[in-house]
């Protein structure tokens, strides 16, 4: 009977061999499918009334990337344009003769006025597969497929929570790392009973709460926030559902978050170290194992297999597992850190071209604008005074 045991726990200890193995063979090809980061970012890009600007950037949209869907049949400048003043005109126009009215003439807006300002509008909603590192998504299709199905999932939100969110424009690059471009503006039914554009509005009458609830909203509290989590969530979903693996890692933009990715890893990093201090504990209490060669020449069988007393064998497996665990926190954090830099030190680098870029385009601006007062590209008011004509003021 005792042979039989012994026979019976040696090949539960060659089984168990057996099925970490193939975990770890299965690990290893899950780590060679990279998985795919996804930026989402929204900002808001605001345009004067004369429209000169709006119409460069859009047409540099169309040069650069292929527009797959428009709220409109026209252009997209147009097109947005025309939304504003189906659905704000009204808005706009009571307002201003309440202005009139009250004797404010100075707050009188046109629909320019409130396509072209920074609180009301569009947002402009950006999605990246990848970085300059990485191909990210290698089929446009698939990616335009999970974008599309994005879409959907947005539009069909808006309109279960009081029509409130209105996609404008879609926008997909022509050349990997694919990014698309998503155009959408918030709106919510005024005290007047006309709509008005607003996202915190908008997100408080969908009932989205805050993050921390029970405190006052803020830059660092606020439903947006709530709001992307969710959004991201779903975004990721998406391309899971495609096949595509996705990096679910935070990235970091700022010091703060870059500070809340360290307290995390020294979490970690003393949490080993507790684990290390009842692993030398368990091992000063534990009984010493036997490792006589007798002993074990004599439970070895013909395959080579070495038969251990029960006890053995389970605190064997019970420090390996320890050790194991431990060093795979460890090797964790450390990755977690480096990633953390890595992303902090590759978010510098795209913010510092994009201020080169901005800083050509105002010197390229202002060579313009002195070139065309050399050609003397003015005309004069009837007081006899100068006042640019074509030039932003």
């Known amino acids: ?190 005290k007047d009973g006309f709509r008005i554009v607003t996202m915190t509005g908008a997100l408080r009458a969908a009932d989205i709460p805050c993050p921390v609830e029970g405190e006052e909203e803020s830059r660092f509290n606020n439903r947006k926030m709530t709001f992307d989590r969710m959004s991201r969530d779903v975004l990721y979903k998406c391309f899971e559902d495609a096949g595509i693996p996705i990096n679910k890692e935070p990235r970091i933009y700022t010091l703060r978050k870059a500070m809340e990715i360290k307290e995390k890893v020294d979490v970690e990093e003393q949490c080993a170290r507790d684990m290390l201090r009842e692993i030398m504990k368990i091992e000063a209490q534990a009984p010493p194992i036997k490792t006589d060669a007798d002993i074990f020449d004599m439970l070895e069988d013909s395959d080579g297999n070495i038969l251990l007393a029960e006890e053995d064998y389970r605190l064997l497996k019970f420090r390996e597992y320890l050790a194991g665990a431990y060093a795979s926190r460890n090797q964790a954090a450390d990755k977690r850190l480096l990633n953390a830099l890595d992303e902090e030190r590759e978010a510098q680098e795209v913010g510092a071209v994009q201020r080169g870029i901005r800083a050509a385009m105002e010197l390229e601006y202002a060579v313009l604008y002195i070139g065309l007062l050399r050609c003397r590209y003015y005309i004069r008011d009837q007081e006899g005074g100068g006042m640019d004509e074509g030039i932003p003021q």
Request: glycine share 6%; proline share 3%; net charge positive.
């Open 1 to 190: 009977m005792e042979k039989n045991s012994n026979e019976m726990k040696a090949a539960a200890f060659t089984g168990m061999e057996n099925n970490a193995a193939m975990m770890e063979t299965m690990e290893t090809r899950t780590e060679k499918k990279k998985k795919v980061r996804l930026t989402h970012h929204s900002e808001r890009i605001t345009f004067p009334s004369d429209g000169k600007k709006a119409k460069a950037y859009f047409q540099t949209l169309e040069n650069e990337y292929t527009r797959c869907w428009c709220v409109g049949r026209k252009d997209a400048y147009q097109s947005e344009l025309a939304f504003y003043k189906k659905r704000y005109g009204n808005m706009v126009e009571v307002r201003n003769k309440a202005y009139v009215k009250d004797r404010h003439p100075d707050r009188v807006t046109g629909i320019l006025d409130l396509y072209g300002r920074k609180r009301t509008c569009p947002e402009e909603l950006t999605i990246q597969a990848g970085g300059k590192n990485s191909d990210g998504v290698a089929d446009r299709e698939v990616f335009e497929g999970c974008v599309r199905q994005y879409l959907s999932w947005m539009q069909k939100w808006g309109k279960e929570h009081g029509d409130c969110l209105h996609v404008l424009d879609i926008y997909i690059s022509k050349m990997p790392p694919y990014r698309a471009i998503i155009r959408r503006v918030w709106d919510c039914l005024g």
